[in-house]
């Protein structure tokens, strides 16, 4: 199950997740100056460049200390230098010239003529900006069904489609593993534009608040409840970087309602096993991959393993259920903890990735059939699951098929030996560690060398890798190399050429800070939406 995908129906809305943002087309570009053109860039950013003759795909800008070749999606808008020239070009314009004529739009007008259509097109831009502006306030948001989540969000209409791709495909593949366990549940997923529109929901809630101070709490909250929904705002946060986060919540609160008062039987493996089980999933290709490896669990884990302090199997399974409390004590004060932990969770979730994926999924249907009892339980089981964990214990392995658990822990740890990180970040902070620990040999340059394959051709990421890189003994010539190809990938990267600028010497490294200063251009006019 975890390693199989499932086709999206709307893949093309999926690429909006790695888009750029789109500059709207009201945006003001300012005068061209000095003979260059002004250039509006899709990420918002107005530079200072010539707009060459386009090659094919690709726009050559050409800036005061170099060449950089860009694809055309970079540039959204160009106002041209030669559209505002003031140079005469005939004896007509050399007459109007003398009389201090100016050139707008390639026509030379008087300066006053020029001074008023400048400000009319500054008002007009600062007026279309606005209406946008409001359209895409959180007075207006819209509710949209994704699933078994419910979308409500003021983010543009793209960007609110792709989200609810994301969120329906996740929606799918947990009934999927768990038919009939969410037949009603569903769960709000409030996006924010940004923080001023969080902060307009907030005020929202402090008056329901209010009322619930007067009227006392509603008996079942609603699934848009501040207790209940997902809260997350979008800006300021890199794409790739939120999926995981809203993935995690979204399964976490989702499950949650689909298990409601039964967590406590279930125990806290499941409630939250699951929900990371699911939470570590990607889009690829239009379609959703589940169950990949939770970089963040597999490092705990491995270094809970390492270090003797990784927690029993039953230990696990009983942590999360308040009603075994008393037969702990009877055990040894402290031996086991009626709540879940930090140090419980890598092991759930590698208990469960290891039922549901490993050994050609033989134990996955112990698991759905797992859940399905206790959904449906009577009272008899449930009164045994309060009292005696050995029979509670007992009764999943016969689930499961097993005599013992051995046969389950050994392929767990067959399923952590296998797994390998997938993240850049992932191998970096492997790097820091090594380097921290004084060890001399190259393994911390290897560690980065990992990071930099996985970041294929993401400057960002190419940047951070070669920031540790050049921390490292003996890694500055690597770093530079590294930020060679940020820059090969995204020439317009400034972070990229600024920090190639200072491992560099010479003429080499003050032409790098060069481009990186006019890259950062005039300050980003976030488009509506953005």
């Not at 250039?39 to 170099?66: H, I, Q, S, T, Y």
């Not at 903890?337 to 112990?366: C, N, Q």
């Amino acid at each position: 199950m975890g390693k199989r995908t499932a086709t999206l129906t709307t893949a093309a809305a999926l690429a909006l997740m790695a888009a750029l943002p789109r500059a709207a087309s009201s945006q003001d570009l300012g005068v061209p100056r000095d003979g260059f053109d002004r250039v509006l860039l899709d990420d918002g950013r107005v530079v200072d460049a010539r707009v060459l003759p386009r090659e094919k795909e690709v726009v050559p800008l050409e800036f005061a200390d170099g060449t950089l070749r860009v694809d055309r999606s970079r540039v959204r808008e160009v106002r041209f230098w030669r559209d505002f020239d003031p140079a005469p070009r005939d004896d007509a314009e050399r007459e109007k010239a003398a009389k201090g004529f100016v050139r707008w739009k390639g026509t030379l007008v008087p300066p006053a003529h020029a001074a008023k259509e400048r400000a009319r097109e500054v008002e007009e831009e600062a007026a279309e900006r606005a209406k946008a502006e409001a359209a895409l306030s959180w007075e207006n948001r819209v509710k949209k069904d994704a699933g078994k989540f419910d979308v409500v969000s003021n983010a543009p209409p793209a960007e609110r489609e792709a989200w609810c791709v994301l969120l329906g495909a996740l929606s799918a593949r947990m009934v999927e593993a768990f038919p009939g366990a969410g037949r009603w549940a569903s769960v709000h997923i409030y996006l924010y534009r940004d923080e001023a529109s969080r902060a307009a929901q907030k005020k929202e809630d402090d008056r329901q608040a209010e009322y619930e101070k007067v009227v006392g709490p509603p008996e079942f909250y609603a699934p848009d409840h501040p207790t209940r929904r997902v809260d997350v705002v979008l800006a300021g946060a890199r794409r790739e970087d939120l999926v995981p986060v809203v993935f995690r919540h979204a399964a976490l609160r989702l499950f949650d309602e689909w298990i409601g008062y039964r967590s406590e039987e279930l125990g806290g493996w499941v409630q939250f096993g699951v929900p990371a089980y699911f939470a570590a999933s990607t889009m690829e290709d239009g379609k959703l991959k589940v169950g990949l490896v939770d970089d963040l669990l597999l490092l705990l884990f491995r270094e809970l393993e390492e270090k003797g302090k990784s927690p029993s199997i039953d230990a696990v399974l009983r942590a999360g259920n308040e009603y075994w409390k008393e037969a702990w004590d009877r055990d040894g004060p402290g031996k086991y903890r009626a709540s879940f932990d930090v140090e419980h969770l890598p092991f759930a979730w590698l208990l469960v990735d290891t039922i549901l994926d490993a050994e050609d999924g033989k134990y996955r249907g112990g698991l759905t059939n797992w859940v399905k009892f206790w959904l449906n339980v009577k009272i008899g089981p449930m009164v045994e699951a309060k009292s005696d964990y050995g029979k509670v214990r007992a009764r999943l392995l016969q689930y499961l098929k097993l005599k013992d658990f051995d046969p389950l822990l050994a392929a767990m740890r067959r399923n952590a030996a296998s797994m390998e990180l997938r993240l850049p970040a992932s191998w970096l902070y492997l790097a820091r560690q090594r380097a921290a620990g004084g060890k001399p040999d190259s393994g911390a340059l290897l560690l980065v060398e990992k990071a930099v394959t996985l970041s294929g051709r993401d400057a960002g990421r190419l940047r951070e890798a070669a920031e540790v890189c050049a921390a490292l003994p003996g890694g500055r010539e690597r770093a530079v190399g590294i930020l060679r190809q940020a820059v090969e990938a995204d020439p317009l990267d400034a972070g990229a050429r600024e920090a190639l600028a200072r491992l560099l010497e010479g003429e080499e490294a003050a032409r790098e800070a060069a481009l990186a200063a006019a890259l950062k251009g005039s300050p980003p006019v976030p488009p509506p939406g953005r």
